[in-house]
């Protein structure tokens, strides 16, 4: 096991995960994909290089959603926690989903992103920036 500076599980506990790199910024991602894989107003995102994330039990429990676009939504397959996200276009990163984590985490939130389509029974009360779709392409 390598010197993780995160360390983070589903629900049951089946599925655990570590990062040995930095989670920079916080993405509040309003998206209705989003809503929907998480039952939520949004989820909770940071970006992290692949080459730092670490499954280290319970790869054979993860299930992947897959759509068209090249969009794999990771989760396991016994509680339905959403760890990550990959996209095909963007194989260096891996989009944690920070609901997941296990270790303290102090970085504060960067944006909401996808505001333009929100939940329109949430209301953003705080003073982070907000985009209507993601902050930059890709
Ligand atoms: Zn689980
Ligand atoms: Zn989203």
Redesign the pocket.
């Known amino acids: 096991m390598g010197k993780y500076m995160h360390k983070g599980s589903c629900l049951c506990g089946a599925v655990e995960y570590e990062i040995t790199g930095p989670l920079d910024r916080i993405l509040l991602?309003?998206?209705s994909?989003?809503r929907k894989a998480n039952g939520s107003a949004?989820?909770a995102?940071s970006p992290v290089a692949a080459s730092d994330f670490r499954i280290i039990k319970g790869q054979e429990f993860l299930r992947s959603y897959s759509t068209d676009a090249g969009v794999h939504r990771i989760f396991c397959g016994t509680c339905g926690s959403p760890i990550v996200s990959k996209r095909d276009n963007m194989p260096e990163t891996v989009r944690l989903r920070i609901g997941t984590l296990d270790t303290p985490l102090d970085t504060g939130i960067s944006a909401h992103?996808?505001v333009g389509s929100k939940a329109e029974w949430y209301e953003i009360l705080d003073g982070h920036t907000q985009y209507a779709e993601r902050p930059h392409p890709g």
Do not use: E, L, N, P
Request: charged share 10%; net charge positive; aromatic share 20%.
């Open positions: 991602c309003h998206c994909r989003c949004f989820s995102v992103i996808f």
